[in-house]
């Protein structure tokens, strides 16, 4: 079946650090990979998506890769901010035949300190 | 704004009683899905709906719950006979299909707790 596997946290790092969160997935056929976040007393929001090989989605600094070779989907930002802290969620989605729905890894949660 | 909204927020019931939740997407948007979502995890699929049709239940759906859209706009998720396991956040979302680009719009959820 589909999963997402999510590197633990919580990640905690100082203002403008670099940020990386590692995800991988197992799928068949071409899946399309999503990180959303959700931040402190929020719902989940998009942050970016990708939906074939080699496309990297970026939204607010954040940037990911879809690499199939490596069935990985990364996060990072070069420069983090306090309003970054959240917990970041990792997704997949096999298209219109499964119906879109999502599934989604265990979530990171970042705390950045200034 | 006219994003997903969810009601209640917050609910809390005794072990053996009947909730139910309700879900307004976004109102263009013809798909519409559950997902739970437990201390500490990743949301899990439900269910979901195009128009009022249900198209897929989760095995994780057991007959306790059952999910309803009458209408095609508005659902409801009800639990029947509530168990202390049941406590977690309920999350909708929905989409429109066809849209190439098809993105879910999540509600902030209803959390759940069973006494």
């Known amino acids: 079946g589909n999963s997402v596997t999510q590197m633990e946290g919580p990640v905690t790092l100082s203002e403008e650090a670099f940020l990386t969160i590692n995800c991988t997935y197992t799928a068949t056929g071409y899946p399309s990979l999503f990180w959303y976040v959700q931040y402190p007393g929020e719902g989940l929001q998009l942050l970016l998506k990708?939906?074939?090989?080699?496309d990297k989605g970026s939204n607010k600094g954040f940037e990911a890769t879809y690499r199939k070779e490596t069935t990985s989907f990364h996060l990072e930002k070069g420069s983090v901010q306090v309003s970054d802290s959240a917990v970041y969620f990792c997704?997949?989605?096999?298209?219109?035949?499964?119906?879109?729905?999502?599934?989604f890894g265990g979530g990171t949660r970042v705390l950045v300190k200034p | 704004d006219t994003g997903v909204s969810q009601d209640p927020r917050h609910k809390i019931t005794k072990r053996g009683q009947n909730v139910t939740f309700r879900c307004d997407p976004i109102s263009e948007h013809n798909r519409l899905y559950w997902y739970r979502q437990t201390l500490g995890q990743g949301p899990e699929f439900l269910t979901y709906?195009?128009?009022?049709?249900?198209?897929?239940k989760s095995r994780l759906l057991s007959d306790r719950f059952s999910a309803e859209r009458p209408k095609g706009s508005f659902s409801t998720l009800e639990i029947q006979r509530t168990e202390q396991g049941d406590s977690a956040m309920y999350l909708c979302?929905?989409?429109?299909?066809?849209?190439?680009?098809?993105?879910?719009?999540f509600g902030p959820g209803t959390r759940l707790l069973v006494l």
């Open positions: 709906f195009q128009n009022e049709a249900q198209l897929e």
């Open positions: 979302a929905s989409s429109l299909s066809g849209d190439s680009q098809e993105t879910q719009y």
């Open positions: 990708a939906t074939k090989a080699d």
């Open positions: 997704a997949l989605s096999r298209g219109k035949a499964a119906g879109n729905k999502l599934t």
